[in-house]
């Protein structure tokens, strides 16, 4: 199996930028198609961002689009997730998802491996 671990997770104010990592390892991560989920105190866990295992095909929520990008380097074994323009709304855990298959999904059941969480909060 993989094991996953998030970073950069903070406090920023709205409008502010952060970068997330998510550093796999344990099998070949490219072999992974990769997402990035978060959860908002008090609401359920939501699909955010998803990258295919090259990289080639992103997908996004309708509520970051155009101001998230997913992105991966196979070679260090490592996904991000960068955000611009935050927006209070987007405080969170955000966790990265792996899972064995081609193709991408928003559907959190189809992730087989899972981070911890690393916390996001923006204030306005």
């Known amino acids: 199996q993989v094991q996953l671990v998030e970073s950069g997770g903070g406090l920023v104010q709205a409008g502010g930028s952060l970068r997330l990592s998510c550093a796999a390892s344990g099998r070949t991560f490219s072999n992974y198609a990769m997402g990035w989920f978060r959860q908002a105190p008090g609401k359920e866990r939501e699909f955010v961002a998803a990258?295919?295992?090259?990289?080639?095909?992103?997908y996004y929520s309708d509520s970051v689009k155009g101001r998230f990008t997913i992105s991966r380097d196979n070679a260090k074994n490592t996904v991000y997730l960068q955000m611009n323009s935050l927006k209070p709304e987007d405080t969170a855990v955000y966790y990265c998802a792996g899972r064995t298959a081609t193709r991408v999904t928003s559907l959190e059941a189809n992730y087989d491996y899972w981070g911890q969480g690393t916390q996001v909060t923006v204030s306005s």
């Open positions: 990258i295919s295992r090259s990289g080639s095909i992103t």
